[in-house]
Each structure stands twice: as structure tokens, then as C-alpha cells.
């Protein structure tokens, strides 16, 4: 984790996060701590404080005890929950050692009492890093002992998912690049992330940028640095991404939407490995591994000529296909059941489960925006269902009714272009085909089926039997 700041002649500094809403105490720890190996970052609440942990890759955090709303305590858990490799401080006045003491017992590795004297603050933050250090070595030592892959964090029984780790396998540890291709919420962010934690620089940086998000004149800046009086607004001299992924991965995501200009820079930067932050002559030596995602069609884009075919055979030395969700059906139980173990314990800190026939809705449905809508459906699921248990009730009505819908839209009407159809007799086919799935979903109780289709239930004994549709 901090190695690099050891063996980088200090140029890359420790990202810290200062947690606390007296913005003096906040300034003045800025100012210390940019003095000493730091790069420091300042929050005013523990929500804010989170947000930033998502964009920026911590290594250590600093919070006081009182905070609005998230006290420090609830912060601290949230951390160790979702990024236990960060190191946490807890800031306390003495009226409050005792709650201090339940941190560390919930993880945090110490805390400093208030009035903080730098010295000794120093001194903690040093011998914390060093002790989350060795954690962190000791939790890839045991890695190293039990299996050298790990992708447990990625749910896949499917055949085309276990090509993916096929090849994830093979090329984690082989410093090439890799393109990752495949649509909205497939997955690609946490590929990139697992091929980084499981090849040999997982102990430096993965970072992440969006180059769709950020506006064009700004990209470049942002991917390698800037020097002081650049452009306007350049007050200060600015470390790129690529500079601070140095011995670690970058993760290009979106590269399709990269414009010509700067696709010409990449392709030498990553020719030449050196980058030169805008505004300068000096050029620095810099050593990333780069994997770049898109859900746009590059072969494509090639053709127009928006895309570079130099660039793209220079980041597509190894390509991974994402596939739909639609297309790894048999995932979707799987995937819904880790989602629930997941979550349960975070939203209602109980064990939740999932009746069957919710499974099947889900199993039925398309999910046009893959695994990260099921994600969110299954979320949502757990605010809103009733006695710990998530049934069909729990998920929206176009979920309900899509499940349905497609199947039964597959009456032939495209033979009829040119003659015209029979709209009753169409009509018919399709409201019995609507029961037909009904019936299947709800493995023929009737009562179940009628309340899914919002129907008495001795509408629909008539309808089945009018339609003759019988089930076993
Ligand atoms: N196979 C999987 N197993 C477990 N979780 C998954 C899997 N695939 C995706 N997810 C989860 O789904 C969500 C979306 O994944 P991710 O952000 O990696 O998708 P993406 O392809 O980068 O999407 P986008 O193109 O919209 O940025 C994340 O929360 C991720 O953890
Ligand atoms: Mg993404």
C-alpha cells in the first residue's frame, strides 16, 4: 500500500483524509500534514467524508468522534466494512475515551486525544501505516497460501463467465494491457479492479477515471498532470492519474469517448512510458499497467474514423467480453442471492431471504441494465418487504409484467404485414399466453396467479377454462 511513497524518492505523497467539522482543526491539519509525506484531503461530515473515499484512493483516515448526523464510530464501521485495507484514527476529547476504546475494539487501529499536538499526532499516523502495512501483506500472504486467484467478489457459473476468468487468470499477473468490452453495469469496473488485486502490483494504486465525464479540454490535465501557470485557473502544479497510478493499474474507462487530440497523446505516452504534464518540457518516467473499458463499438468507431486503430491495438493486446445479463440467465439466482447476503445485514441487519417464485420473476425478466439493475432491484427488495422475506410484491410492476410480456409478444403477427391482422383473434393469443406465463411462474396455484395478473381469482378459473388452458 505505501510502499511507493518509500521507494519513489518522495514524490508521491500519502492520500489522508481529515475527517471534522471545525474547519480550523480541518485548515490547520491540512497545512501540517502537506508539509510532512502527505497528501491530505479534508472532509466536514461523515457522509462527505464517504463520498470522497469513493473517488479517491485513501490510505489513511482521521476522524473526530462528534460529527453531524454519522457520528466518527459509525464512520469507522462503515470503512472496515467496505475498504479494510484503509487505516483509521479516531480524533477524542477525554470525556470520551470510553467510546474511543469501542472503536478500536470495532477496528480502528488507535486514537489521539484532543488537544491534538502534532508531534504525537505524527507519530500515531506513522506507526498506524506501518502496522496496516504489515495486515496488508500478511492478508496477501494468506492469498498466496490458499489459491492464487481470487474472484470470489465475482458471481459466475455461467459458461461465459467462466471464459472470462479463464482469461483473467491467465493474463492478471502478465503486465499486458486489456480492453474490457461489454454493456452498462456487466461488470467491467470490477474486472478491472480484480485483474489489478490479483497480479503483482496490488500493492500500489488502482485508479480509476471516467474519460466520458470529464470535458475534453480538461482530460488531458487530469490524466497527466499540469504544471503552475499552465492555463488559466492553473494555480498549482497538479499530479495526473497516470502519475499517481505509477507501479500501479489505470483504469481508462470509456475510452471511446476520448477525443482524436488526445488519443494521439495516449498512444505516445504509452509508447514512449513517459508522461508530460501540460505546460511543461519535462517528460517522467512512469510505469502503469493499463486497462481501458468501453460499451461503445470500437471496431466501429475505427471505420469512421473517431477511433485510432493504433491506439486500439496498443490497449487491446488482451480483450475480455462482458456478457449481458440476458445472456448468463442461469446467473441471475446466484447473482440475486449474493446481492441479498450482501445487503441484508447493512439495510435491516437481519437475515433476509427469497421465496421461489421472486426468483422466477427474475429469472423471466431482461434486465436491459444488467447486473448493476439487478443489484439495485434486489436493494430496493430489502427496504420494502414485509417479515424479513422478499416475494414478487417487492419488485416494480414493469418487472412483473415485462417477465411476462416478451414470451407472450412472440405471437406471429409478422406474416401478416402485407394481409393485415385480426386484432380480436391477436388480442387473444396474447392475453392467453400472459395466463400460460402466470400460471408457469406460480407453479399453477391459482390465487398467486390471479393476484399477479390483478384479476379475481374466479375471472381467471373462466378464463382457463374458456381457453382451455390446462395445468398440471
Ligand atoms: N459478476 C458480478 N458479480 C457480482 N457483482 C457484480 C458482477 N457484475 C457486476 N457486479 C456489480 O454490479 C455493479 C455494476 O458493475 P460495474 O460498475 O463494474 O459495471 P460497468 O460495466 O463498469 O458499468 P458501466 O458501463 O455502467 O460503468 C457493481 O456494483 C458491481 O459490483
Ligand atoms: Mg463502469
Not at 71 to 95: F, Q, R, S, V, Y
Not at 160 to 189: H, R, W
Not at 245 to 253: K, M, P, V, W, Y
Amino acid at each position: 500500500m505505501m510502499s511507493k511513497s518509500d521507494n519513489n524518492e518522495g514524490s508521491s505523497k500519502i492520500p489522508i483524509l481529515i475527517v471534522d467539522d471545525e474547519v480550523h482543526t480541518r485548515l490547520a491539519l491540512t497545512k501540517l500534514l502537506e508539509r510532512e509525506n502527505f497528501l491530505p484531503f479534508s472532509a466536514g461530515s461523515g457522509e462527505e467524508a464517504l463520498k470522497i473515499l469513493k473517488k479517491e484512493n485513501i490510505d489513511i483516515v482521521i476522524t473526530d468522534l462528534k460529527l453531524p448526523n454519522m457520528n466518527g464510530i459509525d464512520l469507522l464501521k462503515n470503512i472496515k466494512e467496505t475498504a479494510p485495507h484503509i487505516c483509521t484514527l479516531l480524533i477524542t476529547g477525554h470525556a470520551t475515551i470510553k467510546t474511543a476504546v469501542t472503536a478500536i475494539k470495532e477496528g480502528a487501529y488507535d486514537y489521539i486525544l484532543k488537544p491534538l499536538k502534532f508531534d504525537e499526532l505524527k507519530k500515531v499516523i506513522d506507526k498506524a501505516l506501518d502496522q496496516q502495512r504489515l495486515i496488508n501483506e500478511n492478508t496477501y500472504l494468506k492469498k498466496l497460501l490458499y489459491g492464487k486467484y481470487d474472484f470470489s467478489n465475482i458471481i459466475g457459473k455461467s459458461l461465459a463467465m467462466q471464459e472470462v476468468f479463464n482469461v483473467m487468470e491467465k493474463v492478471a499477473d502478465q503486465d499486458c494491457s486489456i480492453l474490457i468490452l461489454g454493456n452498462s453495469g456487466t461488470g467491467k469496473e470490477l474486472v478491472a479492479k480484480a485483474v489489478h488485486y490479483n497480479s503483482s502490483r496490488r500493492d500500489n494504486k488502482f485508479v480509476a477515471i471516467n474519460c466520458g465525464s470529464i470535458p475534453h479540454n480538461l482530460l488531458e490535465s487530469e490524466l497527466f498532470g499540469h504544471v503552475k501557470g499552465a492555463f488559466t485557473g492553473a494555480h498549482a502544479t497538479k499530479v495526473g492519474k497516470f502519475e499517481y497510478a505509477d507501479n500501479g493499474t489505470i483504469f481508462l474507462d470509456e475510452i471511446g469517448n476520448m477525443s482524436p487530440a488526445l488519443q494521439v497523446k495516449l498512444l505516445r505516452v504509452l509508447q514512449e512510458k513517459e508522461i508530460v504534464k501540460v505546460g511543461d518540457t519535462k517528460s517522467k518516467k512512469i510505469d502503469v499497467r493499463v486497462v481501458s473499458a468501453t460499451n461503445a463499438n470500437l471496431t466501429e468507431a475505427i471505420k469512421n474514423g473517431t477511433f485510432r486503430e493504433d491506439l486500439y491495438y496498443r490497449l487491446d493486446i488482451v480483450q475480455l467480453n462482458l456478457p449481458t445479463l440476458e445472456k448468463r440467465k442461469g446467473d441471475v439466482p446466484l447473482l440475486a442471492k449474493y446481492f441479498l447476503k450482501k445487503y441484508s445485514k447493512k439495510i435491516k441487519n437481519k437475515k433476509v431471504i427469497i421465496d421461489d417464485s421472486a426468483i422466477k420473476l427474475l429469472e423471466a425478466y431482461d434486465f436491459p441494465g444488467n447486473v448493476r439493475e439487478l443489484e439495485n432491484m434486489i436493494e430496493r427488495a430489502i427496504i420494502l418487504c414485509d417479515d424479513n422475506k422478499i416475494t414478487e410484491k417487492d419488485f416494480p410492476q414493469n418487472v412483473r409484467s415485462k417477465a411476462l410480456i416478451p414470451k407472450a409478444s412472440r405471437v406471429k403477427s409478422d406474416k401478416h404485414t402485407t394481409t393485415g391482422i385480426d386484432l380480436n383473434s391477436e388480442l387473444a393469443k396474447f392475453e392467453k399466453e400472459l395466463i400460460k406465463n402466470a400460471m408457469a411462474l406460480h407453479k399453477g396455484t391459482k390465487s398467486k396467479a390471479a393476484k399477479f395478473l390483478n384479476i379475481n381469482r374466479t375471472t381467471l378459473v373462466e378464463k382457463l377454462k374458456r381457453m382451455e388452458i390446462s395445468f398440471n
